[in-house]
C-alpha cells in the first residue's frame, strides 16, 4: 500500500512533537511548523517538502529559523512572528549543515522506517535548536554575534545585527566594535542600503 | 536522482519485472542512489544512465531500456512533468558542478521579499560568504516579472540572484 506524501510529512511532524512540544515549541498542523515564541524573539522548525516530492515519495528537510524582534524593527522584514516560516527568519539553518556543510534532504515513503528517519533528523536537528534556544534574549544574541562567527551567517549579517543589538541596548562598546567590523566588510563588499542606512542613523 | 525520476524509475522497473522481488530491487536502487550525489553514469535531462539501464523521457514517455537499447518497460507521462523532471535535473546538475568546485549550495531556498516569498533554486556560499543565488532555467522556462520584481528588491538588500539557462 503506497502512502500519498502529506500523511507521511505529517507522521514526521508528528514524531518530532515528541521532542519539541516538551521544549515549549507549539505545533501548526496545517504548515507542519512549529514555533517556540516570545515577545523578543521567535524559533521556528518547519519540514519542508521538495519540489521533487511527488505522490508515493517525499522528499524532505528540515529547517531551523531564529526571528529576533529587536532586529525587525531596526533592520526590516517580516515585523511579527505570526506565520513565519523558518527561511524568513534573519538567520535561519537546514538540519545538516553544521555537521556536513550542506543541509540534508530524507526520502520517505511507504517502506519507509519515520521512527529512524525522525532519529536521524532529530540528531542532526537538536544542535540547531539548542543554539538557537540559547540566543533568544537580545542580550545573548548579542555576546554571541560579538565573539562567535556562527554558521552560514554571513559576516556583513553578523556585524549588521550585532550593531542593530548593540545600538538597542545602549551598549556603546558593541556599538563601535560592530561598526568597525560592519565598515571593514564594506571595504570589500558592496554593503546594503539598509545596513548603510542604519550606520548613517547612529552616526 | 530527482525524486519524480526515482519514482519513475521504480515503477518503470516494477512493471518490467512485475514481482515483489522487482519491487524490492527497486526499493534497493532508490535507497542506493542519493538524491545529491547521484552515482550516475551521465545526468542530462532526456537519459538517464543508472546500473547499466538506461531512463529515455521524451515525446509524452518514459522508456526504461536495456543495454543493447531494448525497450524493456514505458509509460506515458504528462510533458509537464517532464519539463519538470527535466528543470530538477539541470537545477541539481549545476548544483553538483558547485558543490564539486568546493562551493556549499542549498537548493530550493525561500526568501523573504516585500513582493511575497521568493524560492532560490541553488543558494551558493563560499567560505562563509553568500554569494547570492542562482536560477536555473531550462528549454523556454520563463524568468517572469514576479520572479524579477523580487529579485530586484532582493538585490536591494545585497542578495543577487543570476539566471543560469540550458536547453537541449
Redesign the interface.
Known sequence: MMISRKPVIQEIALRLDDHLTPMGFVRNRKTVRFCLADSASCIVVEL?K?????A??A?V?ANVGLWNSTLSKRIG??SQSDGL?A??CQWWL?AG?IED???R?W?AGA?TDITALVGDMWSLLAPIVSLFMSLRSDADFLRYLLTI?GP?L???NRWAFAFALACAAGDGDAQNTARKALEEVGKT???????RMLLQAAA | MSGAVEYLFNELLHQHDGTAAGQRRAMQLSGYYDIYDPPLEGIYPETLLVGGLTVKAGQGLLSLLATDGAVLAQREVAQVTLNQMAGNAFRDEIAGLFRAAGYQVETEVTKWTIFGRRVIDIDVWKAGVNLGGIETKWGGAVYNAAQQAKDAWLKMGGYVVNVVRGGP
Open positions: 519542508q521538495s519540489a521533487k516530492s511527488n508515493e515519495t522528499i528537510a522584514g517580516p516560516g527561511m524568513d537546514r549543515q556543510g550542506q543541509g534532504w526520502t517502506a562567527q552560514f554571513d559576516p556583513m563588499r558592496t554593503l546594503p542600503v539598509g545596513y
